[in-house]
């Protein structure tokens, strides 16, 4: 199946965004071997609510700067766990340490290809 490379650089952009407001555990991964619905999951932590709601409304912004716009819904605004954005191709999650520890995403995909990242790194990584 393989993805388009505009889809991964822009899961490599939300990582960025999220880094950049200190969002934790960042994980890139690529679901298009395994999934029909999603191409790229960018999952990271935050340790408040008021975090969750900042690294949302910074990937929003940086999305819409890209020239994309959430396609499906942005569930969990009010939620004190989870915050589900849906660009299409690419979903970011963002947890709070309970809840990632909960859903276990990554455990779950298992068989996902993880993306290493930051950007610098050119290599990638079997699950």
């Known amino acids: 199946m393989g993805t388009d490379k505009r889809t991964e650089e822009l899961a490599r952009a939300a990582a960025d965004t999220l880094a950049e407001v200190k969002g934790k555990d960042i994980v890139i991964l690529e679901l298009s071997e395994v999934s029909a619905f999603a191409d790229f999951f960018v999952i990271a932590t935050a340790e408040s609510h008021v975090q969750m709601l900042a690294m949302a409304d910074r990937v929003r912004d940086k999305m819409a700067q890209e020239g994309l716009k959430k396609i499906g819904r942005s569930e969990g605004r009010e939620s004190r766990s989870w915050i589900l954005m849906d660009f299409g191709s690419l979903i970011v999650h963002i947890f709070s340490k309970q ?16 993306i290493l990242w930051p950007m610098d790194l050119n290599m990638d990584s079997k699950r």
Request: proline share 0%; hydrophobic share 30%.
């Open 99 to 114: 809840a990632r520890e909960y859903y276990s995403l990554e455990q779950f995909w298992g068989d996902a290809r993880s």
